[in-house]
């Protein structure tokens, strides 16, 4: 209990939270970090389940291969790219192991999301005479909407909860909170540390939950 109310008293100290090193600029760059490469994550990953969802083709191997990723520890990702020439460039092994670490639950999700619209909605759609790209960007896209809304909701949170590791490639974030009370055997600051990062997360998590349900089911909409 000691720890705990020991580390209350240092998020408290007005004097954590403003400078350079202060929990505001550090949660800025976190956040920054986080959306940075779930953007990119969103860019690789769901071009490639859309299409593969509406082809229903090749779809379960791309998801299989993305899926050997998660055996391997993003640390672990990290520290090999920081030992390549990429390592030269400042967070962009971190960024690049970051969004290796996030592309599976968007693939996963998003084909998913495809494959399981209604195929009778799917002929009636082709019967209209849409093209296939009208097809997906009109029918099966609105109604994958909420799977793909889940995995973008996964890989945020879980970008949230390991772009920590930036701070071990120089990185910033709340990450160097972290590092930095070891560094100072600091305790509570760590522990602090770690609690804003919980914090974020749920934070991320509610708030994606709150735009899923405020979302128009469509797929009840269709189905009637």
Known sequence: MKTLSDSWRWLTDAAHWSGE????????EHLVLTAVCLLLSCLIALPIALVLGHLGRGGALAVNLSNVGRAVPTFAVLV???LTPLGRYGEGPTVVALVLFAVPPLLTNA?????????????????????????VGRVEV???MPMILTGVRIAA?????????AALAG?????????????????????AGALLVAVLALLVEGAFALLERAMP????????
């Open 21 to 28: 090193n202060g929990v505001w600029h550090r949660l800025t």
């Open 80 to 82: 090999l790219l920081l």
């Open 111 to 135: 084909y998913v999301g495809m494959r399981g619209v209604d195929r009778g909605v799917v002929r009636a759609a082709r019967g209209m005479g849409m093209t296939g790209s009208q097809m």
């Open 142 to 144: 609105p109604l994958a």
């Open 157 to 165: 949170v879980q970008l949230v909860a390991t772009a920590t590791i």
């Open 171 to 191: 990185g910033g974030g709340l990450g160097r909170i972290i590092t930095a009370g070891f560094n100072l055997a600091s305790t509570p600051q760590v522990v």
């Open 217 to 224: 089911d469509r797929s009840k909409g269709g189905s009637e």
